[in-house]
């Protein structure tokens, strides 16, 4: 098993059923493995459309959106969808190509520091070095995606990487990280207005919320008095 093999066993172990994209030479290995997976690849007519498509079955679904882009513009055109997803609380997982590891920050053809470009709008970013760590990445990544405040996570890909053979797969059924442990407290706050019968459905930033109709002048209430200026 080669890397891109594995990380396509990846995205089949988190149930992924589509993968929104736009073929490259950095992400070709990819798009080769999962030629032989059940998992349904989506042809984009631009890379742009890759991330606003994964995002928007993320909200239909509920479940990570996934995209996969090669490197350089390819990867720098999925910026826009990725701070998209971010403001929004969108759980999305974007897979990118990237030139031969030992080329990296030589300014080669198609390269692009693309984990340093989305610093500022994505949960978490990955540049992985060793196609061995591919199993933990992944369930690492789709973890922070769809915990907490949900959002994008980034997985920068080197097309050697993706070649290399593995000596094991094993996914890890479990996670714990150390330097995350994320908390909702939007939960606590809202949990007066959950116990009333009467309810009705409030959709913001990615999350479907179930609010009571009495609740309503209270909530109004406190947003005037936190955030409106007088």
Request: charged letters at 20%; one cysteine or more; glycine letters at 8%.
């Amino acid at each position: 098993m080669i890397g891109a093999d594995a990380i396509v066993k990846c995205l089949e172990e988190e149930g992924v059923s589509y993968v929104f994209g736009y073929p490259g030479v950095a992400i070709c290995p990819f798009y080769n493995s999962i030629l032989q997976s059940t998992i349904k690849s989506v042809l984009v007519r631009t890379e742009q459309n890759a991330a606003h498509a994964a995002s928007g079955l993320a909200r239909v679904t509920g479940k990570v959106g996934v995209c996969a882009v090669t490197s350089g513009p390819g990867a720098t055109n999925v910026i826009t969808g990725i701070a998209t997803a971010f403001a929004d609380s969108i759980p999305l997982v974007c897979i990118t190509g990237q030139v031969n590891s030992a080329l990296l920050g030589s300014d080669v053809f198609q390269e692009a520091d693309i984990t340093g470009a989305v610093e500022s709008f994505v949960k978490y970013s990955y540049l992985i070095k060793d196609a061995n760590e591919i199993p933990r990445i992944f369930k690492e990544a789709f973890h922070i995606a769809n915990s907490g405040r949900k959002g994008p996570v980034l997985i920068d890909i080197p097309i050697d990487v993706q070649n290399a053979e593995i000596k094991k797969f094993v996914y890890p059924d479990t996670i714990s990280m150390r330097t995350y442990k994320p908390t909702v407290k939007a939960k606590k706050w809202l949990r007066s207005f959950q116990r009333q019968r009467d309810r009705s459905s409030v959709q913001e930033a990615g999350f479907f919320w179930r609010m009571p109709r009495k609740g309503w002048s209270a909530l109004h209430k406190s947003i005037r008095s936190r955030w409106c200026p007088r």
